[in-house]
């Protein structure tokens, strides 16, 4: 294929950066009407998924975040009433991050919202283009995670 991406290596990250820069735009935006971002909804996500609390440091790793991310994160979260900091009976030095009702409630927000903006991207591709898309996205992980000679 004369143009593609693949005749333009380079040029073919570059492009890959756009295209998930694009998306990401477009889901922030559908998320931004419910009052959340992307890093806000994947906050209240693990803390769903870990029972609606985690000590902070636990929280910045599920996130793949460092710890000062986090505490800013959760300041925002906080100030939204979406979550709570509350001392860790298992350690004193520790805080929790702890999901509120109102918390609970955005998550189901943005959720919803998340995965309609899932379906009408992913609604533009056949199922050839899906299948070929999750191919595509599997040969570059095990490229990246490939050893370098």
């Given amino acids: 294929m004369s143009g593609s991406i693949a005749d333009c ?5 570059l492009a890959l950066l756009h295209a998930a820069g694009a998306v990401e735009s477009f889901v ?3 998320l931004s009407v419910v009052g959340l ?4 909804l994947a906050a209240l996500d693990r803390l769903i998924l870990a029972g609606g609390s985690l000590p902070l440091g636990q929280l910045a790793e ?4 460092v710890k000062s991310n986090v505490t800013q994160l959760v300041d925002r979260l906080d100030a939204d009433g979406l979550v709570t900091r509350e001392p860790d009976p298992n350690d004193r030095r520790s805080r929790l991050a702890v999901i509120t009702e109102a918390g609970r409630q955005a998550y189901e927000k943005g959720s919803r919202a998340h995965h309609e903006a899932e379906r009408q991207l ?3 591709l056949s199922p050839e283009d899906s299948a070929s898309l999750t191919l595509i ?8 995670l490939a050893p370098q000679d």
């Fill in 9 to 13: 290596r380079g040029a073919g990250v």
């Fill in 28 to 30: 922030d935006a559908k």
């Fill in 37 to 40: 971002s992307l890093p806000k």
């Fill in 62 to 65: 599920r996130l793949a975040c």
């Fill in 122 to 124: 992913f609604g533009a």
């Fill in 137 to 144: 996205i599997e040969k570059l992980t095990t490229a990246r």
